[in-house]
């Protein structure tokens, strides 16, 4: 069974509530205007993965947005509440725990926050293994445009993701199950719920690689987490500027977010992806060992 | 009183629902995704107008999303039945016919669809007479974009509208109170919730021009209309590429929009624009002609 949990200052725990009824009037501005944020986070083995650091990109996110939320205690003791309402209904081995705060009705009205917690999706878990073939879509965005313009609201987990779930839909038109998206300069940028992350081997060196922020990407918590592991585990880090053919030319690309964690791109434009199994297998293991 | 309707096979005039109440639940797709899209209509004197071109326009932006929404007569018999609703329960000299359909919880659920009818906000119609001040914000894309990227849903109207609420914040909090969007190569666009209209008077002539559509605007159904009206009446009428030296140089300029109609632009990043008298005259007429 899944959970739901409002925050409600009339419930310092969170009020828990049915997910299958309905809750939210049409009126909101969040329901209207995809005016809201969200974050996504594992919960496995007994606990909610990187919370620390999803709870701060909410605050990001929200300010971003001029949306005032919640102190994190709130968000705690609500995720508390619906983990444990979550395994007390029969629970599962991997689920979502997801962050939602919406504005209301009026600007004046308190944000209309809520915390969930489903299964996991199985085909993400799938996908780890089988890896994905991913298409390269232009995100019609210059790779220096999100500091000069923070009214696009680059950088902010919202709630408006119709362009995300577009290009998905796109992706899966044209036999691919995900995207990278480019900058209109040509510089890669980021899947649509997920991070670039590329491996190069040189010798006995090991270098992992990512779009650099100021592309205006979403600060993924799943490759930042990976990337403090790899430097404990000796590897070299870099952030880009990346362009494809650096995708061609890596010994390894993936797509991590903190859901199905590290998911191997197998082919990029229906070109084969090189993957060197042993640094998948050491990468994999820096994963799992993130909590 | 304000009213809701759900489009309901089981209703077919639609099913009449209580605004205020809780109708959604927060596993919705439209809720969490911004996965939708909407139109907002004006009714007064009795009349929705410009009706035709506004479900034209849902069922391309559905279309866009592939989104699979209920036929025009669904709609069309949900909106007589809440405007009669909403006349019942006290009406409004203007009032919003805002239509929604969302996609649901799963992709394979009907889309959930409503209308609301709501009394017109009052900001918009004082703005009719004492016009706003804009600023010009980068928008981001080139050009040139949208035929190229289907995917980036240019020209549909969706739900995802969190950077149109953001750049309209970012007017206010810098003096001003509307925005019109530019392309990354400096050609006019359009504003957050309406359409750029100039006029040009070039002796008898009188010119009426608006940014062209393969910029991957929206197209304008106010605009259209305004369009097909000044040319019965002799005007000139044309489409851009604009750029905002147009709009210093022009003899008057408007955001229109459905429900607050032709809104005079006063100021351009706190420089003058002119406007002649006549000539909004001319135009407030013609608007207020629209049916």
Partial sequence: MSSLVFLDPAYPAGRVADIAAAHLPVTLQGVNRGDGVFESMLYTQQTVRKIDAHLARLAVSAQACDLVIPEEISWRSAIDTAVADFDATGGAEEAVVKLVAMRGEHDEDPAVCWVTVTPAPSLGRQQRDSGVDVLLLDRGYDSKLAERAPWLLMGA???????????????????????????????????????????????????????????????????????????????????????????????????????????????????????????????????????
């Fill in 157 to 291: 987990k919202t709630l408006s993701y119709a362009v995300n779930m577009a290009a998905l839909r796109y992706a899966r038109k044209h036999g691919a199950q995900e995207v990278i998206f480019t900058s209109a300069d040509g510089v890669l940028l980021e899947a649509p719920t997920a991070t670039v992350l590329l491996a190069q081997r040189d010798g006995d060196t090991k270098r992992l690689l990512t779009p650099m922020l100021e592309t205006g990407i979403l600060p993924g918590t799943t490759q930042g987490a990976i990337f403090d592991a790899a430097k404990q585990a000796g590897w070299e880090l870099g952030y880009g500027p990346l362009r494809p053919e650096d995708l061609y030319q890596a010994d390894g690309v993936w797509l991590v977010s903190s859901i199905r964690l590290l998911t191997p791109v197998r082919t990029l434009d229906a070109k084969p992806i090189r993957m060197d199994a042993e640094l998948h297998a050491q990468l994999s293991a820096l994963t799992d060992s993130i909590r």
